[in-house]
Nanobody, 128 residues
Framework: QVQLVESGGGLVQPGGSLRLSCAAS????????MSWVRQAPGKGLEWVSG????????RYGDSVKGRFTISRDNAKNTLYLQMNSLKPEDTAVYYC?????????????????????WGQGTQVTVSS
């Protein structure tokens, strides 16, 4: 059974840090570009960050550039998102998603139907 399971979310104060993980099962993420997408309360999906299959190419949305770092460990079949200097506007459910592509490809999309697999999400709340 193919699954993406996010973890690491929680409540954090502004300025704090969190590290999200996304563990894959039933398939190898080494064949997929991976992305993080979030949805804030009452808002639509927002693409956050993406990484190519080998981890050498990364992209970030303007709202998180310089604060978030995406990485992957293909041997552990796991994707990560290190989030620093968190702001209240980062409050959202964070989803990881995968998309097959060439080795250089990075998926930059917030549309769920444009991904092959999508996780169930983990809640991140930034509040004092």
């Amino acid at each position: 059974q193919v699954q993406l399971v996010e973890s690491g979310g929680g409540l954090v104060q502004p300025g704090g840090s969190l590290r999200l993980s996304c563990a894959a099962s039933g398939f190898s993420i080494s064949n997929y570009a991976m992305s993080w997408v979030r949805q804030a309360p009452g808002k639509g999906l927002e693409w956050v960050s993406g990484i190519n299959r080998g981890g050498s190419i990364t992209r970030y949305g303007d709202s998180v550039k310089g604060r978030f770092t995406i990485s992957r460990d293909n041997a552990k079949n796991t994707l990560y998102l290190q989030m620093n200097s968190l702001k209240p506007e980062d409050t959202a459910v964070y989803y990881c998603a995968s998309k097959q592509g060439n080795s250089w490809y990075v998926q930059v999309s917030a549309k769920k139907y444009e991904y092959d697999y999508w996780g169930q999400g983990t809640q991140v709340t930034v509040s004092s």
